[in-house]
């Protein structure tokens, strides 16, 4: 069952531990509203046309916790940062069966994009209304059906398949027809090796819960691609969750 956000920890403080622009060691205090400019100036994309992760993963690299979804993983400061890096984005790519597992709600005004291939969404919990304003599910032609069965409303943009698989390249050409050029991907592990193995993500934001998770959840995605990336940005809040934001040269 769901966490609600009001019952996950609160972390009072957040600390800046390194940072490659040279920010001197600081704490931000999470109580005031005014922190929330701070954190976007720390995770401000460099770039107008930017790509990148976000994530938590547990301390043995599992994506989910006790209750099956990432809320039993996460804290309301994690939530924050999320929060903060979405309202920066024009566009949220996740594959379906996050969108099946999570606890996704609107996004609004940052659109939510779905990558599927069965256009089977059955799960979510988007109503219409909200479907109709802000998810795009990206789907072979002839799962559209599916898709206006599983979750109405929403826009479709049927891609052709190559393989079983919606070409990445095809899914980010089709945010920037739509003029979503900040794209922040959610996960899961399977969309994200993807987009990892073909060298699309300029950045990985990566939180790090100080718990070990059951061993059969989803694991933080793998790549055969070894890129190396590069820390911008460590902070550490006072519930000791670790915070890394990692950049390549791309
Ligand atoms: N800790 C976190 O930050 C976090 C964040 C997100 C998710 N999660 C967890 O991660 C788990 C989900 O990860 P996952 O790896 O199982 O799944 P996923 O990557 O979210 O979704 C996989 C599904 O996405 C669709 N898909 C992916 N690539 C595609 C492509 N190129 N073309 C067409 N369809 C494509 C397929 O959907 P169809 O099956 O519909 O064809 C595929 O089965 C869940 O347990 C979720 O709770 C954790």
């Given at each position: ?8 920890p ?5 600390r800046v531990?390194?940072?490659r622009?040279?920010?001197?060691p600081?704490e931000?205090?999470?109580?005031d ?7 976007r100036?720390?995770?401000s ?5 930017w790509?990148?992760?976000n ?13 099956g ?6 804290n ?5 940062i999320?929060?903060?890096i ?5 566009a949220?790519?996740?594959g ?8 996704h709600?609107s996004t609004?005004?940052t ?7 069965s256009g089977n969404?059955?799960g979510?919990r988007?109503?219409?209304?909200d ?11 002839d ?10 409303g929403a ?7 190559q ?6 390249e ?11 050029h900040?794209?922040?991907v959610e ?22 819960a100080?718990v ?5 959840a ?7 691609a ?16 670790i ?7 791309l």
């Amino acid at each position: 069952m769901a966490i609600a956000i009001d019952a996950m920890p609160d972390p009072e403080r957040l600390r800046v531990l390194a940072s490659r622009s040279g920010t001197a060691p600081q704490e931000l205090d999470l109580r005031d509203p005014a922190v929330d400019e701070r954190i976007r100036e720390l995770y401000s994309p460099p770039r107008p046309h930017w790509v990148r992760m976000n994530m938590i993963g547990s301390l043995n690299g599992r994506v989910t916790g006790s209750d099956g979804t990432s809320d039993s993983l996460s804290n309301r400061a994690d939530r924050r940062i999320l929060s903060v890096i979405r309202r920066m984005s024009d566009a949220i790519v996740v594959g379906a069966e996050t969108v099946r597992n999570e606890r996704h709600l609107s996004t609004k005004p940052t659109w939510l994009c779905v990558v599927t291939a069965s256009g089977n969404l059955t799960g979510h919990r988007i109503s219409e209304a909200d479907a109709a304003e802000s998810v795009l599910v990206c789907c072979p032609p002839d799962a559209r059906g599916e898709v206006e069965r599983t979750m109405p409303g929403a826009q479709i943009q049927a891609l052709e398949p190559q393989g079983g698989r919606i070409a990445l390249e095809e899914v980010i050409a089709a945010l920037r027809e739509r003029d979503l050029h900040q794209i922040v991907v959610e996960g899961g592990n399977r969309l994200i090796s993807q987009f990892l193995d073909e060298g699309r993500l300029n950045e990985i934001c990566l939180t790090q819960a100080p718990v070990f998770a059951p061993n059969e959840a989803t694991s933080l995605p793998g790549s055969v691609a070894g890129t190396k990336f590069e820390r911008e940005l460590l902070l550490e809040d006072s519930a000791e969750f670790i915070y890394q934001r990692l950049v390549t040269t791309l």
